[in-house]
């Protein structure tokens, strides 16, 4: 399984970007995809997190301004970040684990996932 990360890049505060995560083979009915980050000195914390079921749960600091999402027939998941502050910044990252948010909520344990991405920037500037 590879799992490649674009849409990084720099931005002022209160933009947005949305990252892609393309995946050569999708896991299907049980996964879970999520996004983590990865601060400079931190770290790496989860962000958000999707599952074959299309449940959804994130981390406190970005609920209502991120959104994760995926497309099946494309491969491919998805984050909108919408009104990124300065402490958005970081190396973002996709990962895959083959467990369902229903048979494990906890979703923010990184050894769940067997597969990462390489991760893109997003600067995030005041």
């Known amino acids: 399984v590879q799992l490649a990360e674009s849409g990084g890049g720099s931005v002022q505060a209160g933009g947005s970007l949305r990252l892609s995560c393309s995946v050569s083979?999708?896991?299907?009915?049980?996964?879970?995809m999520g996004w983590f980050r990865q601060a400079p000195g931190k770290e790496r914390e989860g962000v958000a997190v999707?599952?074959?079921?299309?449940?959804?749960a994130y981390a406190e600091p970005v609920k209502g301004r991120f959104t994760i999402s995926q497309d099946n027939s494309e491969r491919t998941l998805y984050l909108q970040m919408n009104s990124l502050t300065v402490d958005d910044s970081g190396t973002y990252l996709c990962a895959a684990r083959l467990v369902t948010l229903n048979d494990r909520p906890t979703w923010e344990k990184l050894s769940d996932y067997g597969w990462w991405g390489q991760g893109t920037q997003v600067t995030v500037s005041a």
């Open positions: 999707i599952d074959s079921d299309g449940r959804t």
């Open positions: 083979k999708f896991f299907f009915p049980t996964s879970c």
